[in-house]
């Protein structure tokens, strides 16, 4: 009894001034925040993501119904009729309905591969990172399997023989993006296990799980964070070219599928093509600009200057 | 070796491009001038050229021992005259004299006997039009004796270019006829000789200056260049940069803007061969579907003028039987299709006892569709909207193509399969495989997938195939019509219309026969 109890004490101590864990990381993070507002980049980055992902909550509302439903007489252009403000496609599917609705796929393909990939990533890596030996050189020829292989086309054979749905879309993403951050928590493990405040942690009989989950983690934290901003954005590049090939979820509406069915009537309406563009375009550069400043921000050089 | 390198071929290609802006219309033209080089796009590239194993074949290389005209009669080529004996069993054909091989052997009876029975054991189509074939005979060089067991009514149509695919048996005799190297450079007897082949770009015929028919052909040169894509073909195209295209090589809904340029032209003719239809299957195992009153909601539920202006451009006519109208000596005209009533629909479901759940379905289906042709894939997207309509929800499950074959011939995971399982040249081509309860089997693609089975139906398909008497046999086809038309194993849509774009120079392409795209290139002149 008496035992454990020092050890709670002292393992407090272990994080005192020194340590540094919690207490300066709080205070650094509220101070992250401002610093990634003021980056202007960041601001633009931000605004345009939050109009994305206002567009994505409304969709149901403003556009209710099926998205790919016949709505209208097709191929009509934007503006021709005030029913189908940005026109309508080859079948007469409206363009703004698939706008709305496509983000919310591009948003959640996004987001849960990337919450996937950092997840098996992370646990993969930190093992790896952690414990060193044959277990790291184990892990490490795994992952360099998975980087030696062109990601896009193991995606694009993973979903054609599974068959291609908003799911598979996503576990095919994050199998072929886990390897980053995989590397990069391995990275970050290495450096920080040989920290004080983890031979401290160590000393005073926290186990291996505790010390991975709350004294690491939190520490190699700034630089996944980024890397994961990036990933989301590079999953919504791969959601969009894996639906322009046609190996899209067939049973929901998606920009890269709509570029796809729009390419074959380029010439003559060009708009089926560059309006889910524009939107890929602009919600993978809001995300690129919000990695950037998250970068500046986080990275010691920098946030000194 | 007479291969051209990159340079060089550009270097064709530009000497050959002679396109003036203002080109009229050269419909009276007083020169035929021979000579030029003619380039032609084609979609995928064949694995091999000479159609032993239902590859495709190139007739303008291979020659053709009868055409077929546009009325589905056959016309004399290599064979030059034929008699059927009364009983419809013992073909005999006067072959044309004086005709050589490219490599200049003499053509004989011996080379097409050879390909008669070579075909019979190795094409997967000829297999059925060979099948009762018991003896051939060559009692001279030029004559040759066909002996059936059975009427063979079906025979003629089979023996164009596009068909059978006639053998030079000096190259091929005791060879292997997988890896003959024939396969990939050929000789026939054709208006063109095959020069070369550069694999994934093109492949070159030229004038074959000892055809039989002295005055043609007329264009020196053919350039056959492989483009998958769509799009880019158009590109080509609208640049010069390519002539010809058959078998749809432009999108559909470009068409209109090619002909508005005045510098394009459109053919339909050429494929009435194909019998073209594009129709939806039902998987009769599934309980739902396993209902009448099910299957007749949903043909009630198609609009079928909206698929054809949707996913066609237009380019398509209603087919409601299984028998498409370009096969006339057997198309039932007086069926219709199931009119198009959602609310007709919903009561039929009603009445079948599916009504609408809390969430307003009534039940969910799993369709596929055959993704060896763009339209299929618009055409399941109508058909999840226009079943959504009444109630039906359905889930489209894309497959890519051998992933297609596997998972609905062999494993079944549709419900209803979106395809377009052509006629061909004849009933017993295209309709015996997907309605014959025999062709229940398992793995096998193109069979009868659906599970129909109806002995009324098998005996009518197995005596008509061998009736003899024209009117009979249209009677059997007739009677099979109206019996799935009944039965709805199969909603049949449309019989759609491939097209072939042309340069307003390229004239005489399609000048009499249909091969299927496959043009024989004889008569085709350039003007410039």
Redesign the interface.
Known sequence: MALAEMNTTLAENARGPGAGEFAPSRKRRRSVFFTVLRHSGALVGLMVLGAIIAMAATAPLIRPG?P???AGT?LLWPGQDLAHPLGTD???RDVLAGIMHGARVSLLVGVAATALGVLGGVSVGAVAGYFGGRIDNLIVRFIEIFQTIPGFVLLVVLV??I??SIWTVIIGIALTSWDTIARLTRAEFRTLRQQDYVSAARSVGYGDAHIILREIIPNALPPLVVTATIMVASAILSESALAFL??GD??SVSWGAMIGTG??????HWYLTAIPGGFIVATVFALNLIGDALNDALSPHLART | MTGIDRRTFGKLLAASTFVSADLAVPAFAQTKAKGGTLRVVVTAEQPSFVDLFGNGAIPAVQGELVSIDFDMNPQPSLAERWDITEDGTVYTFHLRKGVKWHDGRPFTSEDVAYSFETLRETHPRRRNTFANLVAVETPDAHTLVARFSAPAPYLLGALSGVGTAILPKHIYKGTDLKTNPNNRRPIGTGPFLFKEWEQGSHYVLERNPDYWDTAKPRVERIIVRVIPDSAARAAALETGEIDIGHGSPIPYGDVERFLASKRFGVETRGYELGGNLHQLFFNLDNSFLKELKVRQAIAHALDIDRLIKVVWNGYAIPSPTAIVPDLRNFHDSTLKHYAYDPARATKLLDEAGFPRAANGKRATLNLTWNPGMAQQRQAAEYIRYALGEVGIEVKILNFEFSTYIQKVYTERVFDIDVQNLNNGYDPTDGIDRAYLSSNIKKGLPWSNHTHYSNPEVDALLTSAAAERDPAERRRKYVEFQRIVHRDLPAVNLVQFQRLTMFNNRVNDHTPYAARLGSDYFDRVYLED
């Open positions: 099926d790919l439903a016949l097709p080859n079948m007469g054609a023989v068959q291609p046609g190996l067939p049973n390419r074959e009537y380029i010439r003559t």
